[in-house]
């Protein structure tokens, strides 16, 4: 089911109490006790945060929080909003939000402890957090198709566990402890990646909770922000991951191409320090029912528009290849995306090429964009964006530029990777034909049907400069 309804959304700050005496233990002349496996407080720790440190920031009404970036992000279709708390834990406690204390230590702590490993104790952590949620909220009623299953549409829920999230948060170096994820401070050693991730909590009413976002509550500049929990709740309703995952190390490719701040799902969640998160990309946007595509039978001029006009739509270019195609739209530096690149440009047209034989295989399985080697070979991206003056450049032996190789020329995303009309005429040309698969080297498509040409290739051009409005002009031949 396409995530068009809002849907509520419950935050759970939970904290760990190991010997279940419902205090913070903590004791800093002795921060040793939360790190031996044999004491009764090992891995005890509590939330920092409280309710109303969080109300603002995930749902705030005004200004830049989590239930207005994703408004804005589907052009008002589809936002969490705040759960009604049927049973309120205390007076004029904010709706949308619990504090649960489980008699555990932090997973990161348990999956060290005999008959734990990281799976199952994070599981185990997971399942009893949301079943100590049941006396708060009814939420059978939730289960609107009467499935039993308590569906992320339907109510949506993210785990803030105390301390700090793994990913953006830098270690204690001076703290070593084996044992420790070697958190910032001492009363908060252990971190949590954040996931989204299966859970089967049985509730009253005969519903079950089936997954949820685990992530933690703080990161190096503060309370974890918005990007982060934005992430793994698109995961959540059928987002798939656009980073290489499953490639070791070892076998990274540098430059490999990558949406990278250009999609929540690559590395846009991390934008702004996780404030201002990045629209998931075009091709998620319409799978996931938050876009129209447009699509273009005829050569000639069309017209895109930006998100905050209210009228963004993308452009689908179809090509003599039945599963691949273009998809065109505008993405300015304005609202949440204002820090999408370093720099000052404005933004401007992107262009990606999807290859739907690639993700009918890949996406499902969070590989359509991964460098990764199944069955020792790599596969083109299924969703592979085309930014300009980011990729390699190959040229001839007096040093004129010929067409571009299959990777980028640096990791990170240049200030003006836009296009758009200018006194130059280079920033608002788009030729396929200078652009190959990062895999197969075959430049304009990944693959040639019988009786189409080599030569085959889209030129796009784009005829206004950056704004809420662009035409752009297509030919292929
Ligand atoms: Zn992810």
């Known amino acids: 089911m396409k995530p068009i309804h809002p849907a509520p959304l419950l935050i759970v700050i939970a904290s760990f109490d190991p010997n279940g005496n419902g205090k913070n233990d903590y004791d800093p002349a002795h921060p040793e006790l939360l790190y031996d496996k044999t004491s009764p407080i090992y891995g005890e720790q509590w939330a920092i945060s409280k309710p109303e440190d969080c109300y603002e920031r995930f749902f705030g009404e005004s200004g830049f929080s989590m239930m207005n970036y994703y408004k804005e992000m589907t052009l008002g279709k589809f936002w969490f909003y705040p759960v009604p708390i049927d049973h309120p834990q205390r007076e004029n406690a904010p709706e949308g939000i619990l504090e649960i204390t489980v008699p555990l230590p932090h997973p990161a702590a348990l999956r060290n402890l005999e008959g734990y490993n990281n799976e199952t104790a994070a599981a185990k952590a997971i399942h009893d957090i ?5 006396p708060y909220i009814d939420f059978a009623k939730y289960d609107k198709n009467g499935d039993g299953l308590v569906t992320p549409d339907e109510l949506a829920i993210v785990i803030l566990n105390a301390g700090y999230d793994r990913a953006s948060t830098k270690a204690d170096e ?4 084996i044992v420790c994820e070697n958190g910032p401070i001492p009363s908060h050693r252990f971190m949590v990646h954040g996931t989204s991730q299966p859970t089967d909590a049985e509730m009253s009413g005969g519903v079950k909770i089936v997954r949820v976002s685990n992530i933690g509550e ?9 990007g982060t929990p934005a992430h793994e709740l698109a995961h959540n309703v059928g987002a798939q991951d656009m980073y290489c995952r499953y490639t070791p190390p070892a076998e990274q490719v540098f430059g490999w191409p990558l949406p990278l701040n250009f999609s929540l799902m690559s590395w846009g969640n991390h934008l702004g320090s996780g404030t201002r998160p990045a629209y ?7 799978y996931l029912g938050w876009a129209e595509e447009i699509t273009a039978e005829k050569d000639g001029e069309y017209t895109l528009f930006s998100t905050l006009s209210g009228k963004y739509s993308v ?10 195609y273009f998809l065109c739209e505008v993405r300015l530096k304005e609202g949440f995306e204002s ?3 370093p720099g000052d440009s404005k933004g401007g047209v992107i262009i990606w090429q999807i290859d739907e034989a ?3 295989e890949w996406f499902l399985k969070a590989q359509c964009v991964s460098s990764n080697l199944p069955g020792g070979k790599r ?3 299924g969703n592979a964006i085309r930014l300009r003056n980011m990729f390699t450049e190959i040229t001839d032996e007096d040093g004129h530029f010929i067409k571009y190789g299959p990777c980028y020329k640096e990791k990170n995303i240049t200030e003006d990777p836009f296009f758009y009309a200018s006194d130059d005429a280079g920033t608002g040309h788009f030729d396929s034909s200078l652009y190959c698969g990062a895999a197969s080297g075959s430049y304009s498509l990944n693959r040639f049907p019988e009786g189409v040409s080599p030569d085959w290739k889209l030129i796009i051009d784009v005829l206004d400069a950056p704004g809420a409005e662009m035409r752009i002009r297509i030919k292929r031949s």
């Not at 949301?130 to 049941?134: F, I, R, S």
């Open 280 to 286: 998931i990309d075009p091709y998620q946007r319409i």
């Open 218 to 226: 703080y990161n190096s500049t503060g309370p974890i922000t918005i």
């Open 339 to 341: 820090q999408l690149t």
């Open 358 to 360: 690639i993700n009918r």
């Open 174 to 177: 001076e703290f070593s402890k």
């Open 379 to 381: 596969h083109d991206l």
């Open 315 to 324: 452009l689908k270019i179809p090509t003599p290849d039945p599963d691949e």
């Open 130 to 134: 949301v079943a100590a949620c049941d």
